[in-house]
């Protein structure tokens, strides 16, 4: 920034700050603007936490929540399509993969129109117990 | 709880002197707050600046001097000093003791406020900031409400940026509002015609 820049910005900086929200303002000044504001109590966690850090001589620190706005609105739906992509068994889009577990799928249709109750044993159960 | 009994029980660091402090005024001062700074600050920094205004208030109340302010705008002014240096980037992490600062800003501004509307040099002065791009607007903006220069670590945080880029676009935000303002007519006086020395 030049020096000319920089005359620029304390003139309009002291003239921006008076006629916007930060100038300095008296007690009187401060008063009348406090009466406009809402008042909005503090929920009783907050002043018990405020406290609590007083208690143990520590400064009351709220962390800032993360912003990812800037990431952009669509950002979930790619996130989405990745863990699709991760959550993919390697060949299951091979032809040849899809067709054995089709067989597969077929085979174990089959067995169960046999039997659905047969024991691991391959005796069918007697009923005792139901 | 009358307010000189609140600010006895700080004053003889009695932590429960700040729980009526802030049952009684911290939800004004938290809203005033939110109307000063919640165009540059984030919710969580607007709670941080009341809960460092709390802790200083604590730590500051045998300065209080009730002929001078009410308890409310001495806890408000405060709380917005805190505010202040949050967007100066100033350390407010550390558990040392801090040193008292005093509630009223040396800086005050005794000249009345301006009106745009009888100041032409001012009303196109803040449609120049007004017109400024996204990022340029928003580190003024910050400028402004900082008393000072805001921090460009937490400025970069904000906007998902780097510091250099808020550097540059801070003084390329400068040279721009320089530049509208020449071609719109306006003598800037140097700084040694305000009564400056270099």
Redesign the interface.
């Known amino acids: 920034?030049n020096t000319?820049?920089?005359?620029?910005?304390?003139?309009?900086?002291a003239?921006?700050?008076?006629?916007?929200?930060?100038?300095?303002m008296?007690?009187e000044e401060?008063?009348a603007?406090?009466d406009t504001?809402?008042?909005?109590?503090?929920p009783e966690n907050?002043?018990e936490?405020?406290?609590a850090?007083?208690?143990a001589?520590?400064?009351?620190?709220?962390?800032?929540?993360p912003?990812f706005s800037?990431?952009g609105v669509n950002r979930d739906t790619e996130v989405e399509e990745d863990i699709y992509q991760l959550a993919r068994n390697k060949g299951q889009d091979d032809e040849e993969t899809l067709r054995r577990i089709e067989e597969l799928r077929l085979r174990e249709l089959e067995d169960d129109g046999e039997s659905t109750d047969r024991l691991a044993d391959g005796t069918e159960p007697t009923g005792e117990g139901h | 709880m009358d307010d000189i009994d609140i600010v006895l029980m700080m004053m003889e660091e009695d932590p429960e002197g700040v729980r009526w402090l802030l049952q009684k005024y911290g939800g004004k001062v938290k809203a005033g707050l939110r109307v000063k700074f919640g165009y540059v600050l984030a919710e969580p920094e607007i709670d941080e600046a009341l809960n460092w205004g709390a802790f200083k208030a604590f730590r500051a109340a045998q300065s209080y001097d009730e002929r001078r302010s009410s308890l409310r705008t001495w806890f408000y002014t405060i709380a917005r000093n805190a505010a202040r240096d949050i967007l100066r980037g100033e350390e407010r992490r550390t558990a040392e003791p801090l040193e008292h600062n005093p509630p009223w800003n040396a800086e005050q501004d005794d000249e009345p406020p301006l009106d745009p509307r009888k100041d032409k040099a001012l009303s196109d002065l803040k449609e120049a900031v007004e017109a400024l791009p996204r990022l340029q607007k928003a580190i003024i903006e910050a400028d402004l409400a900082s008393g000072g220069k805001a921090d460009a670590n937490r400025l970069a945080q904000v906007h998902g940026s780097t510091v250099n880029t808020i550097y540059v676009a801070r003084s390329q935000a400068m040279s721009r509002l320089r530049e509208e303002m020449r071609r719109r007519g306006h003598h800037i006086p140097s700084r040694a015609a305000r009564g400056h020395t270099l």
């Open positions: 920034m000319g820049d920089m005359e620029f910005w304390e003139w309009a900086s003239k921006l700050r008076r006629v916007h929200r930060h100038r300095e008296t007690p401060m008063e603007f406090l504001v809402e008042d909005e109590p503090l907050q002043i936490e405020i406290v850090s007083i208690r001589g520590l400064i009351p620190h709220q962390e800032p929540a912003d800037w990431l």
